[in-house]
């Protein structure tokens, strides 16, 4: 029977380690000086060796430069309860930076409800996308008045 | 007595509660942008100002604070980088993101909008 025991114990311990994980996070255009954010705390100073520690069932990532956010993106641990997530976990890249806000909801009332369905994986590797959405937008004419845009 | 002395100071507690922040624009600084872009942006900030219930005021000395836009021209974009400050040019907040192009505008200044109000 103790031997039971120290097995479940062994697997809760496991299961609470899974939430403790490293995930490496890279910027799509290489670039090294970009500091990451997570949760809107600062999480590494650059770009080119940045792991966070991962938490809760889903994170806002940001990448900034001078003080300047060049995009953010949410990373979503799986939840059994999902329905149609493929993988083992599901990334939304987003320029939309009032994704962070609706992020914290989200998080503080699945914390309480669904904690114990969700003991997915985050990704290991997530590259933060830097540039506009639709690349034939890139390069846009700021120079010139906007009756000129295309 | 006492009663009007307690009703003036409801009063002027429940003024204070409904009064709104007045900010006066200062001129957009621009690098590398159009001056098109600094009109389409002042513009979207009176509409979310007008959405978030503050007020953006025509003479200086009537705000609470002034708001400076800069729109600096990036390698992949524009800056857009707004600033909060005190009358005595005393920066208190800031904010910049990059827009790829205009119509990221939109997001950026309802983010700012909601923080400022």
Redesign the interface.
């Known amino acids: 029977m103790g031997g039971m025991n120290r097995i479940l114990f062994l697997f809760a311990l496991l299961l609470l380690l899974v939430g403790c994980m490293g995930m490496n996070v890279r910027v799509s255009d290489g670039r090294s000086d970009y500091a990451i954010y997570k949760n809107g705390s600062l999480a590494c100073s650059r770009s080119d060796s940045c792991e966070v520690y991962t938490s809760g069932d889903a994170m806002y990532l940001e990448a900034s430069r001078n003080n300047v956010v060049y995009a953010g993106m949410v990373v979503y641990r799986q939840c059994y309860s999902y329905e149609g997530a493929s993988g083992p976990s599901s990334v939304a890249p987003t320029n939309d930076i009032l994704a962070f806000s609706v992020l914290s909801t989200i998080s503080l009332a699945s914390w309480g409800a669904t904690v114990g369905d969700c003991r997915g994986y985050f990704p290991s590797d997530v590259v933060i996308p830097i540039g506009p959405r639709d690349s034939l937008q890139a390069n846009y004419p700021w120079e010139k008045p906007i009756s000129s845009e295309r | 007595m006492k009663i009007f002395r307690s009703l003036f100071v409801v009063f002027l507690l429940a003024s204070a509660l409904w009064a709104k922040t007045e900010y006066f624009i200062l001129p957009v600084q621009l690098q590398?942008?159009?001056e098109?872009?600094a009109e389409?942006i002042t513009s979207l900030v009176k509409e979310y100002a007008t959405i978030d219930g503050y007020a953006i005021v025509s003479k200086k000395e009537d705000c609470d604070y002034l708001l400076q836009i800069k729109?600096l021209?990036?390698e992949?974009?524009?800056?857009v980088?707004f600033e909060k400050l005190k009358k005595n040019d005393k920066v208190v907040w800031?904010y910049?993101?990059?827009a790829?192009?205009?119509d990221?505008f939109i997001?950026?200044v309802?983010?700012v909008s909601r923080q400022i109000k």
């Open positions: 590398g942008v159009h098109d872009y389409r729109l021209r990036e992949v974009g524009v800056a980088i800031s910049g993101h990059i790829y192009t205009p990221d997001p950026i309802s983010y």
